[in-house]
């Protein structure tokens, strides 16, 4: 159903909460659409939340066969039956997710060509990169790098074999002129309609789909 899917969704916790949007709620409309996969951001959560929000992602996702990953977390991905775990450079290293639960699939942030090499000597599953455009939904990143720098890092991911997935700034504007250089299209408050209503995200997110598909 979604192996063939582009978007890579982030439920982030904050973002439903300034918008008074119900977390678990919000990531079923989200995963209706049918996306390739889909990601919990809980930066501010404890890790009794964290799980409890990450089970019920797992719960609505699985059936629809859409992969789960949790953002820092390895253990919490385990405990929660995640298929895989996004880390940063500051976070847990992979070696040692991969120590903890190698049958998840790890995926890491990266900023310039320089990351993206060490992440793929580092062997990750997916390389993210970015932000691409400037974002609100960091606060601790450096510049963006652009179109530019996504097509030097989409060159050395190609020739690795690995996905690459772009992050920052991108809305349906956007999408399609780096639809042609990432792999997978990351997005976190471009899933949330401009209404701010529940019952338009499945069809926004569909709508976001389509833009990546062209």
């Known amino acids: 159903m979604t192996k063939d899917r582009r978007l890579y969704a982030i439920v982030d916790v904050d973002t439903c909460v300034a918008r008074h949007l119900d977390v678990l709620e919000f990531a079923r409309r989200v995963c209706e659409a049918g996306p390739r996969c889909v990601q919990l951001r809980a930066k501010r959560a404890n890790a009794r939340?964290?799980?409890?929000?990450?089970?019920?992602?797992?719960?609505?996702?699985?059936?629809?066969?859409?992969?789960?990953?949790?953002?820092?977390?390895?253990?919490?991905?385990?405990?929660?039956?995640?298929?895989?775990?996004?880390?940063?450079?500051?976070?847990?290293?992979?070696?040692?997710?991969?120590?903890?639960?190698?049958?998840?699939?790890?995926?890491?942030?990266?900023h310039d060509d320089a990351d993206v090499r060490d992440a793929i000597q580092?062997?990750?599953?997916?390389?993210?990169?970015?932000?691409?455009?400037?974002?609100?939904?960091?606060?601790?990143?450096?510049?963006?790098?652009?179109?530019?720098?996504?097509?030097?890092?989409?060159?050395?991911?190609?020739?690795?074999?690995?996905?690459?997935?772009?992050?920052?700034?991108?809305?349906?504007?956007?999408v399609r002129e780096v639809a042609e250089y990432a792999d997978w299209i990351c997005v976190i408050g471009a899933l949330v309609p401009p209404s701010g209503r529940l019952e338009d995200v499945t069809t926004y997110t569909r709508d976001f789909i389509a833009a990546i598909e062209g």
Not at 67 to 96: C, F, M, T, W
């Open 49 to 110: 939340e964290t799980l409890s929000l990450l089970t019920g992602l797992v719960a609505i996702a699985r059936p629809l066969e859409i992969p789960v990953y949790a953002n820092d977390r390895p253990d919490l991905a385990l405990l929660s039956g995640a298929a895989g775990v996004h880390v940063g450079k500051d976070d847990v290293p992979i070696e040692q997710v991969r120590v903890l639960a190698p049958a998840l699939s790890v995926g890491l942030s990266t």
């Open 122 to 174: 580092r062997r990750a599953d997916y390389i993210a990169i970015g932000p691409i455009y400037p974002t609100p939904s960091k606060t601790d990143h450096e510049g963006d790098i652009g179109l530019s720098g996504l097509a030097s890092a989409a060159r050395l991911t190609r020739a690795a074999g690995i996905p690459l997935v772009a992050i920052g700034g991108i809305d349906q504007k956007r």
